[in-house]
């Protein structure tokens, strides 16, 4: 079965802090995607990136970058954390060949 | 831009019930069509996918079916139980864009 490992399920940090989310997936796909979800706002894409040091912007990719430095491995990054970015943080990996996305369990983040 | 309806918003229905979840898009050119479910506080679990040369899936007791012409996905659930309770969200997974809808919060009384 695919795995998609979210490092932290719930964090909790004050405005201006450094956050880093890590997602490590362990079935080689090429494609990974950060979204966040809100009540009323649904899944929005951040970021994906679909190679190793490739990635691109999705919809909401202000105040967010991302690292992706091996390819099982996309991490990420608020560089200075403010209270609009408390959310819930999903990572997915895709299979190129369905097309198919795989979830992460999912990272509480809560900014005071 | 393509957008994903997902109807009915919210569902509460009696154990036992058949039920159907509908997704409707703007852009009849659909990829791949993916269902998911998603328990509150966690992520999103794959259920059905669709993929572009296919109809329809079936898992158990769900049966997921993509109409093209008319950008339509139903996801069918049979004799539904309290276990099935959760957000049930489609996706347009083509290419590296993926475009979800709000999805339809389920409810299924004992």
């Known amino acids: 079965d695919v795995k998609v490992t979210q490092s932290s399920r719930y964090l909790v940090k004050r405005t201006g802090e450094k956050v880093f989310l890590e997602c490590v997936q362990d079935?080689?796909?090429?494609?990974m995607f950060w979204y966040r979800q809100d009540p009323g706002l649904g899944l929005r894409l951040i970021y994906f990136?679909?190679?190793?040091?490739?990635?691109e912007k999705g919809d909401i990719p202000e105040g967010y970058s991302v690292s992706r430095e091996k390819k099982e491995r996309f991490s990420l990054i608020l560089e200075s954390a403010s209270t609009n970015q408390t959310s819930m943080y999903l990572c997915?990996?895709?299979?190129?060949?369905?097309?198919?996305?795989?979830f992460g369990e999912g990272s509480r983040l809560t900014v005071l | 831009k393509q957008e994903v309806t997902q109807i009915p918003a919210a569902l509460s229905v009696p154990e036992g019930e058949n039920l159907v979840l509908n997704c409707s898009f703007t852009?009849?050119?659909?990829?791949?069509l993916q269902w998911f479910r998603q328990d509150p506080g966690k992520g999103l679990t794959s259920l059905l996918l669709?993929?572009?040369?296919?109809r329809e899936q079936t898992s158990g007791r769900l049966n997921a079916s993509l109409d093209k012409s008319s950008g339509r996905s139903t996801l069918y659930i049979a004799a539904s139980q309290p276990g099935d309770s959760a957000t049930y969200l489609c996706?347009?997974?083509?290419?590296?864009?993926?475009?979800f809808g709000a999805g339809t919060r389920l409810f299924v009384k004992a």
């Open positions: 997915a990996s895709q299979q190129v060949s369905t097309g198919e996305l795989f």
């Open positions: 079935m080689d796909h090429e494609n």
């Open positions: 990136s679909y190679d190793v040091k490739m990635k």
């Open positions: 852009d009849s050119a659909i990829y791949n």
């Open positions: 669709i993929q572009s040369s296919q």
């Open positions: 996706d347009d997974t083509g290419g590296f864009k993926t475009i």
